[in-house]
């Protein structure tokens, strides 16, 4: 199956943009989709397809895809925004009906 | 208010089977997918399996096939993850999560439940 790959750890100051990436074969085929979750909550998502925000999510977040690469964009971090960030997608091998995970990414606001 | 809620925290012993639940209200829970998703201590997101209650279509991930039965009762809007044989790596918080649409480009899991902590150990 496919796999996706995140950086591990990332920092921000506050109120400074910040970009979370997500590489993988399968971003060649699918849009990414993104979820934060806090320490001892469940995740929620905060953008999918080409660059979608469901609602109540901040402007502040955005998305975007290039080649094998998928990226999620917080312009003006804010502390509340400190949290790890997953990106998701179809898997492109084999079976499509199978979704992936990356590693996930802690986001530090400084 | 569409929402997923599960069933509380299990504690069980290494060898015994157990059944966990998802329950879907405030939308049709018959029309949308609904995957499930291990997260061990201190870990990252790993994809399980999908289900599509309306027909009990199932899929799941390579990791999980054979370890884990995904199921669906859509006369009372539930979905179930079980296990016959528990073992202690499967110690785990378990997440079930809404399919939002078959729309390829806007796929993403919209709605997720609370979480069911499992929690074995002899």
């Known amino acids: 199956s496919s796999e996706l790959t995140q950086d591990p750890a990332v920092s921000v100051a506050l109120g400074q943009t910040v970009r979370i990436t997500c590489q993988g074969d399968?971003?060649?085929?699918?849009?990414a989709s993104w979820y934060q979750q806090k320490p001892g909550q469940a995740p929620v998502l905060v953008i999918y397809?080409?660059?979608n925000r469901p609602s109540g999510i901040p402007d502040r977040f955005s998305g975007s895809s290039s080649g094998n690469t998928a990226s999620l964009t917080i312009t003006g971090a804010q502390a509340e925004d400190e949290a790890d960030y997953y990106c998701n997608s179809r898997d492109s091998s084999g079976n499509h009906l199978n979704w992936v995970f990356g590693g996930g990414t802690k986001l530090t606001v400084l | 208010e569409v929402q997923l809620v599960q069933s509380g925290a299990e504690v069980k012993k290494p060898g015994e089977s157990l059944k966990i639940s998802c329950k879907g209200s405030g939308y049709s829970f018959t029309s949308y997918w609904i995957g499930w998703v291990r997260q061990m201590p201190g870990k990252g997101l790993e994809w399980m399996g999908i289900i599509y209650p309306g027909d009990s279509d199932t899929r799941y991930s390579p990791s999980f096939q054979g370890q884990v039965t995904i199921s669906a009762d859509k006369s009372i809007s539930t979905a179930y993850l079980q296990w016959s044989s528990l073992k202690a790596s499967d110690t785990a918080m378990y997440y079930c999560?809404?399919?939002?649409?078959?729309?390829?480009?806007?796929?993403?899991?919209?709605?997720w439940g609370q979480g069911t902590m499992v929690t074995v150990s002899s």
């Open positions: 399968s971003l060649r085929s699918y849009y």
């Open positions: 999560a809404r399919r939002r649409t078959t729309v390829t480009t806007d796929d993403a899991f919209d709605i």
């Open positions: 397809g080409k660059n």
